[in-house]
């Protein structure tokens, strides 16, 4: 009974890498988002997608892009890696756009950048 | 302007006390809904508890309930009997119906419960 699984768990990066955290669900979701948490800010929006083959920015969005790969996947790519981005991302999905669906999310991906 | 307000940013309570985690929101929306998550030190987002802007009752799942005042724009959370595994942060979040993709989340609350 996974629900919505994140990979990595934990990732060093130097200033000017890239790379991309994974996520996948296995509960038929829709809906799909990607959040990052920082200290006393709560999460904050990246990018959702409200179906597989369309994506959207989210409030916070510049600096990364995402790839809905799949109705399962759901991919977020750091092209250049910059110390700003350093935070926790949250993976989440919702089975269907109505109010009332709560998000089921993924246990996050620690990220620093050096 | 902030769409979600959580005042405390922390809070003590005594075990087996109840305690009242504050939340504020902002919507012009009259399709909405509020969440209530639960973070603990181990970083995993929990969800407790939804309440629908048109639901007349408040809404209660075990120790949590949600004492909603839909003229006051206020959506607070209840915790009876405090555990010392309720000491987590606390977030209040927000789905508006138009907006329907995006949820809103508020800074959050500490809560501490002490033995």
């Known amino acids: 009974n996974a629900g919505v699984t994140q990979t990595p768990k934990f990732q060093v990066l130097k200033t000017g890498q890239s790379m991309t955290l994974q996520c996948a669900q296995d509960m038929n979701h829709n809906s799909m988002y990607w959040y990052r948490q920082d200290p006393g800010m709560g999460l904050r929006l990246i990018y959702y997608?409200?179906?597989?083959?369309?994506?959207d920015k989210g409030e916070v969005p510049n600096g990364y892009n995402v790839s809905r790969l799949n109705k399962r996947e759901f991919s977020l790519r750091l092209e250049s890696a910059a110390p700003s981005q350093t935070s926790v991302y949250f993976c989440a999905s919702t089975p269907v756009s109505t109010a009332n669906q709560p998000q089921h999310f993924g246990d996050g991906t620690r990220l620093s950048i050096l | 302007a902030q769409k979600i307000t959580q005042t405390q940013p922390g809070m003590f309570v005594q075990e087996k006390e109840a305690v009242t985690l504050d939340c504020t929101y902002d919507?012009?929306?009259?399709?909405?809904?509020l969440f209530w998550y639960k973070q603990p030190s181990s970083g995993e987002m929990i969800f407790l508890i939804y309440?629908?802007?048109?639901?007349?009752q408040n809404a209660t799942e075990g120790r949590y309930s949600l004492n909603f005042q839909k003229a006051r724009k206020s959506a607070n959370l209840v915790i009876s009997a405090s555990q010392l595994g309720d000491s987590a942060m606390y977030f209040c979040?927000?789905?508006?119906?138009?907006?329907?993709?995006?949820?809103?989340f508020g800074p959050g609350t500490r809560l501490s419960v002490l033995p």
């Open positions: 919507t012009s929306d009259q399709s909405y809904g």
């Open positions: 979040a927000m789905r508006e119906a138009l907006l329907g993709q995006n949820f809103v």
């Open positions: 309440q629908g802007s048109y639901d007349e």
């Open positions: 997608s409200a179906s597989e083959g369309t994506t």
